[in-house]
């Protein structure tokens, strides 16, 4: 069986681009001016890696990745409602 080249298929491009682009907001996380810039790069960091090990599960076939990715958007969603609560708090005073 002969293997393919990861940069030859659509999806190993897709994939790069993605992880290209998620070290581009490492800056924006960083360097945020506010704490809530921060949190909305980390989070569309974690949303692209997320659609990352869903193309690599496709991509290897090994779909049990997933379930790993559902359960990483999970937290995330859970992440930015707790991060946006707590923030509402923060207001209020």
Same mark, same amino acid.
């Given at each position: 069986?002969?293997?393919? /080249?990861?940069?030859? %298929?659509?999806?190993?491009?897709?994939?790069? =681009?993605? !992880?290209? @682009? *998620?070290?581009? !907001?490492?800056?924006?996380?960083? +360097?945020?001016? @506010?704490?809530? %810039?921060?949190?909305? #790069? $980390? /989070?569309?960091? @974690?949303?692209?890696? =997320?659609v990352v090990i869903?193309?690599? *599960? =496709? !991509?290897?076939?090994?779909?049990?990745?997933? %379930? !790993? +990715?559902?359960? $990483?958007?999970?937290? /995330? +969603?859970?992440? #930015?409602?707790?991060f946006s609560?707590?923030?509402?708090?923060?207001?209020?005073?």
């Open positions: 069986m002969v293997e393919e /080249n990861i940069l030859v %298929d659509p999806l190993g491009l897709a994939i790069i =681009v993605l !992880l290209l @682009t *998620s070290f581009i !907001l490492i800056y924006r996380v960083i +360097a945020g001016p @506010t704490l809530p %810039d921060r949190i909305v #790069g $980390l /989070n569309t960091i @974690t949303t692209k890696i =997320v869903a193309l690599l *599960s =496709v !991509l290897l076939k090994e779909y049990y990745l997933i %379930d !790993l +990715a559902i359960v $990483l958007l999970l937290v /995330n +969603a859970v992440g #930015g409602l707790i609560k707590h923030f509402e708090k923060e207001g209020e005073r």
